[in-house]
């Protein structure tokens, strides 16, 4: 998998205080709220554990960024209600705003969970719909981002990028993908080969040998 270094670039935060009071229909429409509404500096798309995440919400921290983590794994999980210049995330009893003053760091997406004893179809739902809600609630709310998931997406395609690398003669190894075993052997010819995973998620290192 390509490493994820730690972004070096200016993150271009405007800090505003922790908490703000609430101003007229500020608070979460329908949300049944009265609590003052906290403004997120930065959103940080990553899992809970994850190592580089840790570092870098750290180093905001101390910055002094207000940060919030979230992705598809917290949609089930989190009340979200979103509407055009923001974004409001609730947690823990309290509310978070999210809106065009708030960068997000686009690192792992996750995966969405279906409830436990969800139906079939009622789960399938959840899968489809989860990276519409996310993505298009943070570009509704008119987020600056730091990587546009669909420069991120587009990147993450590393057929179409060996593809484009051998367009521009620049040096590759020999490549195959294929879900044959009698083609992957023909291919190898005997030789060591080097599997790699297709997708930007956890590696396939548990399924090969």
């Known amino acids: 998998m390509a490493s994820h270094p730690i972004p070096r670039h200016p993150l271009r935060l405007r800090l505003r205080p922790i908490v703000t009071e609430p ?35 750290a180093q905001l921290v101390t910055l002094g960024a207000r940060t919030l983590r979230l992705n598809l794994s917290d949609l089930t999980s989190r009340s979200l209600i979103s509407q055009v210049g923001a974004l409001d995330v609730a947690a823990d009893g309290s509310w978070s705003r999210v809106d065009h003053e708030t960068s997000v760091w686009w690192f792992r997406a996750g995966r969405a969970h279906a409830p436990e004893g969800a139906e079939a179809d009622e789960a399938q739902l959840i899968l489809d719909e989860a990276p519409s809600v996310l993505i298009g609630s943070l570009r509704a709310a008119g987020v600056r981002w730091v990587d546009d998931p669909d420069v991120t997406r587009r990147a993450e395609w590393k057929l179409g990028q060996l593809a484009v690398a051998t367009g521009l003669e620049i040096p590759t190894p020999r490549w195959r993908a294929t879900n044959s075993p009698p083609a992957a052997q023909q291919f190898a010819e005997g030789h060591p080969v080097i599997a790699k995973p297709l997708s930007a998620g956890r590696g396939i290192a548990p399924y090969v040998a």
């Open 23 to 57: 101003e007229p229909g500020a608070n979460p429409s329908g949300s049944g709220m009265t609590a003052s509404v906290s403004h997120v500096d930065v959103v940080l798309v990553a899992d809970v554990d994850d190592p580089h995440y840790l570092a870098v919400n």
